[in-house]
Protein backbone atom coordinates (compact mmCIF):
# COMPACT_ATOMS: atom_id res chain seq x y z
CA UNK A 1 0.00 0.00 0.00
CA UNK A 2 1.22 3.46 -0.52
CA UNK A 3 -0.22 6.83 0.02
CA UNK A 4 -1.64 9.05 -2.31
CA UNK A 5 1.17 11.40 -1.92
CA UNK A 6 3.76 8.62 -3.37
CA UNK A 7 1.92 7.23 -6.35
CA UNK A 8 0.32 10.47 -7.28
CA UNK A 9 -2.68 9.01 -9.14
CA UNK A 10 -6.14 9.56 -9.41
CA UNK A 11 -7.22 10.20 -5.65
CA UNK A 12 -10.96 10.04 -6.06
CA UNK A 13 -11.41 6.84 -5.32
CA UNK A 14 -9.14 6.88 -1.94
CA UNK A 15 -11.23 10.47 -1.22
CA UNK A 16 -14.50 8.57 -1.72
CA UNK A 17 -13.73 5.75 0.86
CA UNK A 18 -13.03 8.33 3.58
CA UNK A 19 -15.74 11.08 2.53
CA UNK A 20 -18.59 8.84 1.93
CA UNK A 21 -21.70 9.23 3.67
CA UNK A 22 -24.90 7.33 3.92
CA UNK A 23 -27.80 6.72 5.90
CA UNK A 24 -27.82 5.24 9.23
CA UNK A 25 -30.58 2.93 8.96
CA UNK A 26 -30.77 0.60 12.15
CA UNK A 27 -28.17 2.63 13.59
CA UNK A 28 -29.91 5.91 13.81
CA UNK A 29 -29.75 6.69 17.49
CA UNK A 30 -27.17 4.10 18.49
CA UNK A 31 -23.64 5.25 20.17
CA UNK A 32 -20.98 6.08 17.92
CA UNK A 33 -17.28 5.03 18.78
CA UNK A 34 -15.78 6.89 20.68
CA UNK A 35 -17.87 8.94 22.65
CA UNK A 36 -18.61 10.85 19.76
CA UNK A 37 -22.23 10.80 20.19
CA UNK A 38 -25.40 9.49 18.69
CA UNK A 39 -25.88 8.37 15.14
CA UNK A 40 -27.96 10.85 13.32
CA UNK A 41 -29.73 10.39 10.14
CA UNK A 42 -26.59 10.48 7.90
CA UNK A 43 -22.90 9.30 9.10
CA UNK A 44 -19.32 8.59 7.08
CA UNK A 45 -19.42 5.12 5.51
CA UNK A 46 -15.76 4.37 7.30
CA UNK A 47 -16.99 4.92 10.54
CA UNK A 48 -20.14 2.86 10.55
CA UNK A 49 -17.87 0.13 8.72
CA UNK A 50 -15.57 -0.04 11.64
CA UNK A 51 -18.34 0.12 14.03
CA UNK A 52 -20.10 -2.48 12.28
CA UNK A 53 -16.94 -4.87 11.93
CA UNK A 54 -15.76 -3.67 15.77
CA UNK A 55 -19.42 -4.77 17.24
CA UNK A 56 -19.33 -8.07 15.57
CA UNK A 57 -15.91 -9.38 17.17
CA UNK A 58 -16.68 -8.39 20.12
CA UNK A 59 -20.38 -9.65 20.52
CA UNK A 60 -18.72 -13.08 19.25
CA UNK A 61 -15.59 -12.73 21.48
CA UNK A 62 -15.20 -16.72 21.59
CA UNK A 63 -15.31 -17.14 18.10
CA UNK A 64 -13.07 -14.54 17.21
CA UNK A 65 -10.72 -15.68 19.78
CA UNK A 66 -10.63 -19.08 18.62
CA UNK A 67 -10.25 -17.43 14.92
CA UNK A 68 -6.80 -16.21 16.57
CA UNK A 69 -5.92 -18.98 18.27
CA UNK A 70 -6.24 -20.91 14.95
CA UNK A 71 -4.32 -18.55 13.05
CA UNK A 72 -1.44 -18.43 15.29
CA UNK A 73 -1.20 -22.25 15.57
CA UNK A 74 -1.40 -22.70 11.75
CA UNK A 75 1.36 -19.93 11.61
CA UNK A 76 -0.16 -16.83 10.04
CA UNK A 77 1.04 -14.71 12.79
CA UNK A 78 -1.62 -12.27 13.64
CA UNK A 79 0.59 -10.59 16.07
CA UNK A 80 2.97 -7.40 15.45
CA UNK A 81 2.74 -7.71 12.26
CA UNK A 82 3.93 -4.59 10.38
CA UNK A 83 1.61 -3.11 7.80
CA UNK A 84 3.60 -2.93 4.24
CA UNK A 85 3.97 0.40 2.40
CA UNK A 86 4.08 3.71 2.31
CA UNK A 87 0.90 3.87 4.63
CA UNK A 88 -0.27 7.49 5.61
CA UNK A 89 -1.01 7.98 9.49
CA UNK A 90 -2.60 11.39 9.17
CA UNK A 91 -5.28 13.41 7.46
CA UNK A 92 -4.71 17.06 7.47
CA UNK A 93 -1.99 17.12 9.75
CA UNK A 94 -4.11 15.28 12.09
CA UNK A 95 -4.16 10.96 13.05
CA UNK A 96 -7.05 9.42 11.74
CA UNK A 97 -7.57 5.33 12.16
CA UNK A 98 -9.11 5.98 8.56
CA UNK A 99 -5.74 7.84 7.25
CA UNK A 100 -4.42 4.47 5.73
CA UNK A 101 -7.40 4.53 3.43
CA UNK A 102 -6.31 7.13 1.70
CA UNK A 103 -3.73 4.73 -0.28
CA UNK A 104 -3.43 2.10 -3.34
CA UNK A 105 -2.48 -1.11 -3.12
CA UNK A 106 1.20 -1.44 -5.43
CA UNK A 107 -0.56 -4.52 -7.18
CA UNK A 108 2.36 -7.72 -8.56
CA UNK A 109 3.43 -7.45 -11.76
CA UNK A 110 3.10 -11.22 -12.26
CA UNK A 111 1.06 -11.72 -15.64
CA UNK A 112 1.04 -7.31 -16.07
CA UNK A 113 0.75 -7.96 -19.39
CA UNK A 114 -2.77 -9.57 -18.96
CA UNK A 115 -4.54 -6.83 -16.97
CA UNK A 116 -5.39 -4.02 -19.41
CA UNK A 117 -5.82 -1.26 -18.95
CA UNK A 118 -3.58 0.59 -16.00
CA UNK A 119 -3.90 2.30 -13.24
CA UNK A 120 -6.32 1.41 -10.32
CA UNK A 121 -8.51 3.60 -12.70
CA UNK A 122 -8.05 2.00 -15.81
CA UNK A 123 -6.93 5.14 -17.53
CA UNK A 124 -4.05 3.85 -19.18
CA UNK A 125 -4.97 1.90 -22.42
CA UNK A 126 -1.40 0.00 -22.39
CA UNK A 127 2.30 -0.69 -20.39
CA UNK A 128 3.63 1.40 -23.22
CA UNK A 129 1.54 4.45 -22.67
CA UNK A 130 2.14 3.95 -18.65
CA UNK A 131 5.73 4.47 -18.72
CA UNK A 132 5.73 7.69 -20.99
CA UNK A 133 5.41 10.66 -19.11
CA UNK A 134 2.09 11.98 -17.48
CA UNK A 135 1.60 14.63 -20.21
CA UNK A 136 2.31 12.18 -23.37
CA UNK A 137 -0.49 9.53 -22.02
CA UNK A 138 -3.49 9.61 -24.08
CA UNK A 139 -5.89 12.07 -22.77
CA UNK A 140 -9.27 10.04 -24.71
CA UNK A 141 -9.07 6.25 -25.81
CA UNK A 142 -12.23 4.34 -27.37
CA UNK A 143 -13.03 1.31 -24.94
CA UNK A 144 -15.12 -1.97 -25.38
CA UNK A 145 -13.17 -3.55 -27.85
CA UNK A 146 -11.02 -6.99 -26.66
CA UNK A 147 -8.75 -7.12 -29.36
CA UNK A 148 -4.90 -6.99 -27.85
CA UNK A 149 -1.97 -5.12 -28.83
CA UNK A 150 0.97 -7.05 -28.31
CA UNK A 151 3.08 -4.58 -29.20
CA UNK A 152 2.26 -1.73 -26.64
CA UNK A 153 0.53 -4.10 -24.63
CA UNK A 154 -2.95 -3.47 -24.00
CA UNK A 155 -6.13 -3.01 -25.53
CA UNK A 156 -6.21 -1.44 -29.27
CA UNK A 157 -7.90 1.93 -28.94
CA UNK A 158 -8.03 4.84 -30.85
CA UNK A 159 -9.15 8.50 -30.16
CA UNK A 160 -12.24 7.75 -32.49
CA UNK A 161 -12.91 4.31 -33.28
CA UNK A 162 -16.35 3.21 -34.20
CA UNK A 163 -16.15 -0.45 -33.30
CA UNK A 164 -15.72 1.11 -29.63
CA UNK A 165 -18.79 1.96 -27.48
CA UNK A 166 -17.15 3.85 -25.08
CA UNK A 167 -14.52 6.73 -24.86
CA UNK A 168 -12.43 7.32 -21.84
CA UNK A 169 -11.56 11.18 -21.06
CA UNK A 170 -8.81 11.20 -18.66
CA UNK A 171 -10.19 15.23 -17.88
CA UNK A 172 -12.93 13.87 -15.57
CA UNK A 173 -12.92 13.44 -11.94
CA UNK A 174 -12.28 9.90 -10.96
CA UNK A 175 -10.58 9.02 -14.50
CA UNK A 176 -7.25 11.01 -13.96
CA UNK A 177 -4.19 9.37 -15.78
CA UNK A 178 -1.17 10.55 -13.31
CA UNK A 179 1.23 9.48 -11.16
CA UNK A 180 3.69 6.50 -11.80
CA UNK A 181 5.85 9.38 -13.50
CA UNK A 182 9.31 7.50 -12.36
CA UNK A 183 9.56 6.24 -16.06
CA UNK A 184 9.58 9.95 -17.68
CA UNK A 185 13.04 9.80 -17.51
CA UNK A 186 13.73 7.10 -19.78
CA UNK A 187 14.85 7.12 -23.52
CA UNK A 188 12.78 5.57 -26.21
CA UNK A 189 14.56 2.50 -26.21
CA UNK A 190 14.88 1.85 -22.29
CA UNK A 191 11.24 2.01 -22.67
CA UNK A 192 10.47 -0.69 -24.67
CA UNK A 193 13.43 -2.69 -23.38
CA UNK A 194 10.99 -2.46 -20.28
CA UNK A 195 7.79 -3.34 -22.00
CA UNK A 196 9.60 -6.44 -24.07
CA UNK A 197 10.51 -7.28 -19.99
CA UNK A 198 7.12 -6.52 -18.69
CA UNK A 199 6.10 -9.18 -21.18
CA UNK A 200 7.80 -12.28 -19.73
CA UNK A 201 6.33 -11.59 -16.13
Same mark, same amino acid.
Given at each position: ?????????????????????????????????????????????????????? $??????? +? =?? !??? #??????? %? &?????????????????????????????????????????????????????????????????????????????? $??????? +? =?? !??? #??????? %? &???????????????????????????
Amino acid at each position: MWGLEHVKTDPTEAMNAINAVAPTGVLKGAKMPGGAGEYGDHAPVAVMLADLVE $GILVKNV +D =AT !AKA #VENAVRN %G &NGLKDLPKEGKYPSTINGEESPFASLLAYKARPLNGIWATAPYLHNGAVPTLYDLLLPEEERPQTFTVGRMEFDPVKV $GFVHAAD +D =AQ !APF #VYDTTLP %G &NLNTGHNFTSKLTEDERWALVEYLKTL
